[in-house]
């Protein structure tokens, strides 16, 4: 009974997030499963290290699938994201743990500046626009 009260909390708090605070959610989510998947590789659990490194490259996918392509940094974006999630499977498939050395700082710098973005667009409407598209509806699986 609890754990159905946390589920509709965080599906609410999801729900009634401006974009700029879905993006930083979601970079941090991806940072997350980095850490855990070095974790698990770590501790040889090939299984658990694989579905977190397969879960930031889900919500690397969702990012690219957000992009509103009628903004110039869109198309930045993609570029991004697309050498994220190559990255991102040569980790998952060659399980080599120095790739999230250079992953996560790539993502902490996109968090940090989309920080500093919804920041200012809180302050200024209009400085926002573009920065995420499309629905905020996503999963984060459990843990």
């Known amino acids: 009974m609890m754990n159905y009260g946390?589920?509709?909390?965080?599906?609410?708090?999801?729900?009634?997030?401006?974009?700029?605070e879905m993006l930083i959610l979601l970079y941090d989510e991806i940072?997350?499963?980095?850490?855990?998947a070095r974790t698990y590789f770590e501790k040889g659990d090939i299984d658990l290290f694989e579905a977190d490194v397969q879960r930031a490259i889900d919500i690397v996918n969702y990012l690219i699938e957000s992009l509103d392509r009628k903004y110039p940094i869109s198309n930045?974006?993609?570029?991004?994201?697309d050498?994220?999630?190559?990255?991102?499977?040569?980790?998952k498939?060659?399980?080599?743990?120095?790739?999230?050395?250079?992953?996560?700082?790539?993502?902490?710098?996109?968090s940090e500046s989309?920080?500093?973005a919804d920041r200012l667009t809180k302050k200024d409407?209009?400085?926002g626009a573009g920065?995420?598209?499309g629905t905020t509806s996503v999963t984060f699986g459990v843990g």
């Not at 940072?31 to 855990?36: C, S, V």
């Not at 930045?76 to 994201?81: A, F, G, H, I, T």
């Open 31 to 36: 940072n997350k499963r980095l850490l855990r």
């Open 93 to 110: 498939s060659g399980r080599n743990l120095d790739l999230i050395d250079d992953i996560t700082p790539l993502v902490k710098d996109l």
């Open 114 to 116: 989309f920080r500093e």
């Open 125 to 127: 409407p209009s400085v």
């Open 131 to 133: 920065i995420g598209g």
């Open 6 to 20: 946390y589920q509709q909390y965080k599906t609410q708090s999801v729900e009634t997030m401006t974009k700029g």
């Open 76 to 81: 930045d974006l993609y570029r991004l994201y």
């Open 83 to 91: 050498f994220m999630t190559f990255e991102l499977m040569r980790l």
